[in-house]
C-alpha cells in the first residue's frame, strides 16, 4: 500500500499498485508521483487543465449562503425565552380558552378567558375568541419583540388586551 498526499485538496489517501500519474479521489486532481524504491523527480501536479475536479464536485471558492440577521424571524424566542409567533399562534387558535395567557405566565386572565367560555355554554366564547383573534394577528404581524415583552411577558398590569 502506497500513501499519498494531494497537493491541491491536502488530503491523504492510498493507492495498492505503484501507478503514475495517481488521481485524488477526493478533488479529482492528478499528479505524478515517485515511489522510495524509484529514484524520479519529487511529485508534481500535471498542468492546470487536468487538474479540473469533476463537474458534480464542482463548488464555488470562497461562496457562502447569507445569513438572516437575528431577530428577523418572529418564532426566535425573545430574552425572556417566549416567542411572539408563539403566542400569536396560540391566541389564534386557542385564544377562547386563554391558552395563549397561560403560555406567558399570565394565569388570571387565562383563567377569566376559560370560565367565560366555558360558564356561559360557549356564547361567551364568541367574544373571547374575537379578542384572541385581534391580538393573535397583532401579534404576528405589528408587534416588535421589544413591545412583545414589555406588554405580554413583564406588563404593568396583568391583563394586556391590546
Known sequence: MYIHNCPQ????????????????????A???????????????PLPQQQQQPPYQQYQQPGYQQPVAPRGGNVFDP??????????????????????????VGKPVPGVIFLLVSILTLGFGAIVTGIIALIQGILLLTSTTEADFENKWVNPMNSFPFF
Open 9 to 28: 485538496c491536502g488530503k491523504q489517501y492510498s493507492t495498492e499498485e505503484k501507478v503514475s500519474p495517481v488521481k485524488c479521489p477526493f478533488c479529482g
Open 30 to 44: 492528478e499528479m505524478n508521483v515517485s515511489y522510495p524504491d524509484e529514484q524520479q523527480a519529487p511529485q508534481q
Open 78 to 103: 425573545g430574552p425572556s425565552g417566549k416567542s411572539r409567533g408563539v403566542t400569536g399562534l396560540l391566541a389564534i387558535l386557542l385564544g377562547t380558552l386563554g391558552v395563549h395567557y397561560f403560555y
